[in-house]
């Protein structure tokens, strides 16, 4: 049947946006069309019509189940940028024509000690934007922003500042603020302090953006020495480390404040808490799928603290955004076509991205917002 005859057969069911997105249906992780349906909107949901998503590497985790909670079809993407097409008869905040941001989840309870203290992101009813459950609207499964339409609560939408790209600012809706978030709770915002950011990836660069936008020293620890000139020269880091030869670690040893380890997969973090200063900071925010070693060795006479971080609330990334549009800040991305997901996620994959494949959605499926 074609896809159009499909959207309205859905449409005619649901009662809501008949929808055009890509899924995976299985581990393989292969993204292929589906057609579904967004839920009627409510007095206090907001209808977007996706413009730009970006490809995380949690996506990639979700889609080949690496972290064993898939739920097929999964629909990826929640880094979002899209325009205002419709609004409930309650939203004060948004109307038809706004540039607007969804991130990395879309509702929370909204009455735990976490919610009351803005700290959306770390309920435990939190709902992601793609493969979470939405407690509130009978236990759906989410579909994310690889698809043409997306309906969301206004709480959780974001308003783009006037004058950024919006293929650049994508990926600021999640990569941006789960760098930014934990360099404010931890004072790794302060001019003159060193940065040390583990993983060039979509993390990664962002956090060397955001370090210098701070006033901060940055350094680069990386496994790709070909990274070396572009982290220097293009993001405007201080120093570069390949965290493979020992001698370069060796010789930085006791020098950094605080290090954001964005590193997907699993590797040696003692090296890594090495680099701090007594009483350093380290923040893990990348989650690789098995168990990073964390001998008390490393930590207790340094006096060293390790952290974890989940993207930030709706106030961090609202201020993220705000300043990311005062200083310029956006991605490095490669847009493309969505029929070219499959081989951008081969690729994402291969560490072979400078530094975020941004998914042209608008110019892709076209909409039915
Ligand atoms: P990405 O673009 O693939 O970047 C990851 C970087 O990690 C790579 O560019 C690479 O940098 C480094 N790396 C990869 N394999 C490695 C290995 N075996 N050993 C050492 N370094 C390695 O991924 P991303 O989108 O930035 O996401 C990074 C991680 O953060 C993922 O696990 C993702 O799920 C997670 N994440 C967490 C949150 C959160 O809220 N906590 C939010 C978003 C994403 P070099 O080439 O420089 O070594
Ligand atoms: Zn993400």
Same mark, same amino acid.
């Given at each position: 049947?074609?896809?159009?005859?499909?959207?309205?057969?859905?449409?005619?069911?649901?009662?809501?946006?008949?929808?055009?997105?890509?899924?995976?249906?299985?581990?393989?992780?292969?993204?292929?069309?589906?057609?579904?349906?967004?839920?009627?909107?409510?007095?206090?949901?907001?209808?977007?019509?996706?413009?730009?998503?970006?490809?995380?590497?949690?996506?990639?985790?979700?889609?080949?189940?690496?972290?064993?909670?898939?739920?097929?079809?999964?629909?990826?993407?929640?880094?979002?940028?899209?325009?205002?097409?419709?609004?409930?008869?309650?939203?004060?905040?948004?109307?038809?024509?706004?540039?607007?941001?969804?991130?990395?989840?879309?509702?929370?309870?909204?009455?735990?000690?976490?919610?009351?203290?803005?700290?959306?992101?770390?309920?435990?009813?939190?709902?992601?934007?793609?493969?979470?459950?939405?407690?509130?609207?009978?236990?759906?499964?989410?579909?994310?922003?690889?698809?043409?339409?997306?309906?969301?609560?206004?709480?959780?939408?974001?308003?783009?500042?006037?004058?950024?790209?919006?293929?650049?600012?994508?990926?600021?809706?999640?990569?941006?603020?789960?760098?930014?978030?934990?360099?404010?709770?931890?004072?790794?915002?302060?001019?003159?302090?060193?940065?040390?950011?583990?993983?060039?990836?979509?993390?990664?660069?962002?956090?060397?953006?955001? $370090?210098?936008?701070? &006033?901060?020293?940055? *350094? +680069?620890?990386?496994?790709? /020495?070909?990274?070396?000139?572009? =982290? !220097?020269?293009?993001?405007?880091?201080?120093?570069?480390?390949?965290?493979?030869?020992?001698?370069?670690?060796?010789?930085?040893? $006791?020098?950094?404040? &605080?290090?954001?380890? *964005? +590193?997907?997969?699993?590797? /040696?973090?003692?090296?890594?808490? =090495? !680099?701090?200063?007594?009483?350093?900071?380290?923040?893990?925010?990348?989650?690789?799928?098995?168990?990073?070693?964390?001998?008390?060795?490393?930590?207790?006479?340094?006096?060293?603290? +390790?952290?974890?971080?989940?993207?930030?609330?709706?106030?961090?990334?609202?201020?993220?955004?705000?300043?990311?549009?005062?200083?310029?800040?956006?991605?490095?991305?490669?847009?493309?076509?969505?029929?070219?997901?499959?081989?951008?996620?081969?690729?994402?994959?291969?560490?072979?991205?400078?530094?975020?494949?941004?998914?042209?959605?608008?110019?892709?499926?076209?909409?039915?917002?």
């Amino acid at each position: 049947m074609a896809s159009v005859e499909k959207r309205e057969q859905a449409m005619e069911e649901q009662g809501g946006a008949a929808v055009l997105g890509w899924a995976a249906r299985d581990n393989t992780g292969v993204l292929s069309p589906y057609n579904f349906s967004r839920r009627v909107p409510r007095d206090d949901d907001v209808t977007i019509k996706v413009l730009y998503c970006g490809i995380c590497h949690t996506d990639l985790h979700i889609i080949r189940n690496d972290w064993g909670n898939a739920n097929y079809p999964v629909v990826p993407g929640h880094e979002i940028v899209g325009v205002v097409t419709g609004v409930g008869a309650g939203v004060t905040r948004f109307k038809p024509g706004d540039t607007v941001g969804v991130g990395y989840f879309v509702g929370s309870c909204r009455s735990c000690d976490s919610c009351g203290k803005g700290n959306e992101n770390f309920c435990a009813g939190v709902v992601l934007t793609s493969n979470g459950v939405d407690h509130a609207h009978g236990g759906a499964s989410t579909k994310g922003g690889f698809s043409d339409v997306i309906v969301v609560n206004e709480h959780y939408v974001l308003r783009v500042p006037d004058g950024l790209p919006l293929d650049r600012t994508a990926p600021l809706l999640c990569a941006g603020v789960t760098v930014y978030s934990p360099m404010m709770r931890h004072g790794l915002n302060e001019p003159g302090k060193h940065l040390g950011v583990v993983g060039l990836g979509g993390l990664g660069h962002v956090a060397v953006k955001f $370090g210098k936008a701070f &006033g901060m020293k940055v *350094t +680069v620890i990386s496994t790709s /020495p070909s990274k070396r000139e572009e =982290a !220097l020269d293009r993001l405007g880091a201080d120093a570069f480390l390949v965290s493979r030869d020992p001698e370069q670690m060796k010789a930085a040893t $006791g020098t950094m404040d &605080g290090i954001i380890d *964005t +590193v997907s997969a699993w590797h /040696p973090i003692t090296p890594l808490l =090495a !680099l701090l200063k007594p009483l350093g900071q380290m923040v893990v925010v990348g989650v690789p799928n098995k168990p990073l070693e964390l001998p008390v060795y490393a930590i207790v006479p340094g006096g060293k603290g +390790v952290a974890g971080s989940l993207v930030g609330s709706v106030g961090d990334c609202q201020a993220m955004l705000e300043f990311a549009g005062k200083h310029g800040i956006g991605a490095d991305v490669e847009v493309i076509k969505m029929d070219y997901v499959n081989t951008a996620i081969e690729r994402l994959e291969k560490n072979d991205v400078r530094y975020r494949f941004v998914i042209d959605v608008a110019g892709s499926l076209g909409s039915a917002a």
